[in-house]
């Protein structure tokens, strides 16, 4: 059965930092990109970062460059997202995904993560 588990959430003060954790299992994880979508209240999802799978190329949504890091450890099977800095509008679930060959499109999806981030 595939997985994604998703934890590292919670409630954090603006400017504060949270490290998300996403454990997969049940298929190959290094053939596969990984990325962060984000969706808050009343909201679109938006993606947030991803991570090819040989883990030597990253892409990030303008609104979390130099604020957020992904990365992969694909001998754990397990991606994480850095956020620093963290601000309000940063707010959401947040979930991983796995995609073929490129950050697009999701084929997978974990059950998210609330951050939330007061101010």
């Known amino acids: 059965e595939v997985q994604l588990v998703e934890s590292g959430g919670g409630l954090v003060q603006a400017g504060g930092s949270l490290r998300l954790s996403c454990v997969v299992s049940g298929f190959t994880f290094h053939a596969y990109y990984i990325s962060w979508y984000r969706q808050a209240p009343g909201k679109e999802r938006e993606r947030v970062a991803c991570?090819?799978?040989?883990?030597?190329?990253?892409e990030y949504a303008d609104f979390v460059k130099d604020r957020f890091t992904i990365s992969r450890d694909n001998a754990i099977a397990t991606a994480y997202l850095e956020m620093k800095t963290l601000r309000p509008e940063d707010t959401a679930v947040y979930y991983c995904?796995?995609?073929?060959?490129?950050?697009?499109?999701?084929?997978?999806w974990g059950q998210g993560t609330q951050v939330t981030v007061s101010s």
């Open positions: 995904t796995t995609s073929v060959a490129s950050c697009e499109p999701p084929l997978r």
């Open positions: 991570i090819s799978s040989s883990n030597d190329d990253t």
